[in-house]
T-cell receptor
Framework: GEDVEQSLFLSVREGDSSVINCTYTDSSSTYLYWYKQEPGAGLQLLTYIFSNMDMKQDQRLTVLLNKKDKHLSLRIADTQTGDSAIYFC??????????FGKGTKLSVKP | GAGVSQSPSNKVTEKGKDVELRCDPISGHTALYWYRQSLGQGLEFLIYFQGNSAPDKSGLPSDRFSAERTGGSVSTLTIQRTQQEDSAVYLCASTPAYGSYEQYFGPGTRLTVT
């Protein structure tokens, strides 16, 4: 299909790790992204990975990319209540426009 | 520095009226994108401007939607004869150049069609 797929909800306890998964469609996407949207706020670029990489780590965030399976994941270590938000996976198309998944709502319980 | 700005932040309009939404990209950014975010459809690409090239309108949902970008800077998205299904948050993003990895998003305009 043409959709970027993500599970809609994830609930974790504070201090645990969160893993948000995504499958994308376009194997020629140059970059793959994770955006964060907090309630009532705009889209914030969280991290991205270039398509020739299979892992990227940035502080508490780890992005894993499996190009063969077109699978992208975002791991948040030591999840905090401030991480509660909607996380969007996105792939790029040839014009540079982004194709987004429907977003995963992460709820962090104290 | 200043980010992408959009106006108005909220717009309520009656079905059948025309609306104009404005985007001021970051100064010097050559590429500009419009997206919309709605409950049913998630985030959808609408239209893309790159410099002085003809825009890519492939994402516009109907011919009631149009956009222009004047002087390679400010962009206006126009929706004619609004329908209730047009209710959404309309987001604008800009990037420094074609192929740049990061799109900087504005805060969006929440459009409600009654």
């Amino acid at each position: 299909g043409e959709d970027v797929e993500q599970s809609l909800f994830l609930s974790v306890r504070e201090g645990d790790s969160s893993v948000i998964n995504c499958t994308y469609t376009d194997s020629s996407s140059t970059y793959l992204y994770w955006y964060k949207q907090e309630p009532g706020a705009g889209l914030q670029l969280l991290t991205y990975i270039f398509s020739n990489m299979d892992m990227k780590q940035d502080q508490r965030l780890t992005v894993l990319l499996n190009k063969k399976d077109k699978h992208l994941s975002l791991r948040i270590a030591d999840t905090q209540t401030g991480d509660s938000a909607i996380y969007f996976c996105a792939e790029t198309r040839s014009q540079g426009n982004l194709i987004f998944g429907k977003g995963t709502k992460l709820s962090v319980k104290p | 520095g200043a980010g992408v700005s959009q106006s108005p932040s909220n717009k309520v309009t009656e079905k059948g009226k025309d609306v104009e939404l404005r985007c001021d990209p970051i100064s010097g950014h050559t590429a500009l994108y419009w997206y919309r975010q709605s409950l049913g459809q998630g985030l959808e690409f609408l239209i893309y401007f790159q410099g002085n090239s003809a825009p890519d309108k492939s994402g516009l949902p109907s011919d009631r939607f149009s956009a222009e970008r004047t002087g390679g800077s400010v962009s206006t998205l126009t929706i004619q004869r609004t329908q209730q299904e047009d209710s959404a948050v309309y987001l604008c993003a800009s990037t420094p150049a074609y192929g740049s990895y990061e799109q900087y998003f504005g805060p969006g305009t929440r459009l409600t069609v009654t």
